[in-house]
């Protein structure tokens, strides 16, 4: 890093701004893992990536403006992209460096991951792509169906285990260190390198000035460090002044960070993670802990929690509004709700919501919500068809009476 800060804050942007988008960095600093695995640069050829433009950035005025207020509401979708979630963006750059090795004849024989369903998705596209075998672990039951065909679909190597995700972790880990196999989970700071090009875009298209707050969902938690590291980088380059304020968002059905913060960081225990309609983040055991603590109380962070009747309500809300959210998104609108009630985030702050993955990927739930099937929830924004017969008459009805504008003509003539 310090080599890199001869630099100027303008050498820098010049530099991402030509070639933020065109996937051709960072492939380097640190890896997880065997030391022989440890390769300095990668080249150009072995990269494996499918992107070729950047991550969106979505102005949610109406949610914004009409729900909480505020006028500078965005939402970062990372769900836009190969494989439908952020994975994307740190697995292109884990795959090729085991693509690399793989090349110059390491002793690697595959690589492997626990997953809730976006990490197994990604590193499935990224190892077919490049040929290697894809080793994925994942909790019988407890993933959508969109996002289980994904790894079958690419030819992974799909356990179905009967635990829950942490169990699924704790035995990749013990499987990666008695075979060759590299593993892709967020301990892996390839990974992380990856990610974080999502705040430096996220700085980029707010042509080089930091939001006031991110707002991201948590699970394993690798994300929220991933992005402070490079809101970090961009303010250490001279490319921005400041970084945001982190909120990191969790279920309250699996919420250990959230316990931890309220305890006042004294001390982390473990949860058993019950279900949530936010199955991507259902973990009792994040790995990345400790990153995401030193991430949250170095960017001034706050955590918050969404019941599941707060993250449906907030996910189905942000839709009428024109977004297409999964239940993760949800959450961090929940999140962000609360924090507006409170007054924490002001109505002029620039706030940043980052959209972890598709809601394609969660129709079910989805579905279940608009049909009011969810016994347990009150379903407030449930927009349900109508079953109508087919003729004219019937049609009429039914748009005189669910379209406003109708109705006061009808009243007039
Ligand atoms: N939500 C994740 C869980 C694993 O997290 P990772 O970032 O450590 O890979 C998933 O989609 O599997």
């Known amino acids: 890093m310090d080599a890199l800060k001869k630099f100027d804050g303008k050498y820098w942007k010049d530099l991402f701004d030509s070639r933020l988008g065109k996937n051709t960095w960072p492939y380097g600093s640190g890896v997880w893992s065997k030391k022989e695995w440890v390769l300095p640069e990668i080249d150009n050829e072995d990269v494996v990536s499918a992107f070729e433009g950047n991550t969106n950035l979505f102005w949610a005025e109406r949610f914004g403006k009409e729900i909480l207020g505020m006028n500078d509401l965005w ?12 994975k994307d963006l740190g697995m292109t750059v884990l795959v090729s460096q085991a693509n690399r090795m793989r090349k110059l004849k390491k002793n690697l024989i595959g690589v492997g991951c626990a997953s809730t369903g976006d990490t197994s998705a990604a590193l499935s ?7 290697i075998p894809a080793i994925i672990f994942l909790p019988a039951n407890k993933i ?6 994904q790894p079958i679909a690419n030819g992974a190597i799909v356990l179905s285990l009967d635990t829950d995700f942490d169990g699924c972790m704790r035995l990749i880990r013990e499987v990666t260190e008695c075979l060759p196999i590299y593993l892709a989970n967020s ?14 875009e996220i700085c980029q298209q707010f042509d080089w000035k930091a939001p006031d707050w991110v707002i991201v969902p948590g699970g394993n938690l690798g994300n929220v460090y991933a992005l402070y590291k490079g809101f970090l980088m961009c303010r250490e380059l001279g490319l921005t002044d400041s970084i945001p304020r982190l909120v990191c968002a969790q279920a309250a059905n699996a919420n250990p960070l959230y316990l931890y913060y309220k305890s006042g ?3 982390f225990l473990p949860v058993k993670a019950s279900p949530t309609f936010a199955s991507a983040i259902q973990i009792g055991d994040p790995v990345s ?19 599941e009747e707060e993250l449906m309500d907030a996910s189905a809300q942000a839709d009428l509004t024109g977004m297409f959210t999964r239940p993760h998104t949800g959450v961090a609108l929940s999140a962000l709700k609360k924090l507006r009630q409170r007054g924490v985030i002001a109505s002029t702050d620039r706030t940043v919501v980052v959209s972890t993955a598709n809601g394609l990927k969660f129709t079910q739930s989805k579905i279940a919500y608009h049909s009011k ?5 009150q379903c407030k924004f449930a927009n349900s068809p109508v079953e109508v017969k087919a003729d004219l008459e019937s049609v ?8 406003p504008s109708l109705q006061k003509k009808n009243s007039a003539s």
């Open 144 to 149: 959508s169906i969109a996002q289980l065909v």
């Open 396 to 403: 009429m009805d039914v748009l005189k009476s669910r379209l």
């Open 289 to 307: 802990i400790e990153r995401a603590v030193y991430a949250l109380r170095n960017s001034d962070g706050i955590v918050e929690e969404a019941t």
């Open 187 to 200: 301990l892996n700071s390839l990974r992380l390198e990856g990610q974080k090009t999502a705040a430096i």
């Open 75 to 86: 939402v970062k979708q990372c769900g836009i992209s190969h494989t439908g979630s952020f």
């Open 125 to 131: 596209a990224y190892c077919a792509a490049a040929g």
């Open 265 to 267: 960081w004294n001390e």
């Open 373 to 377: 099937e969810l016994p347990e929830l």
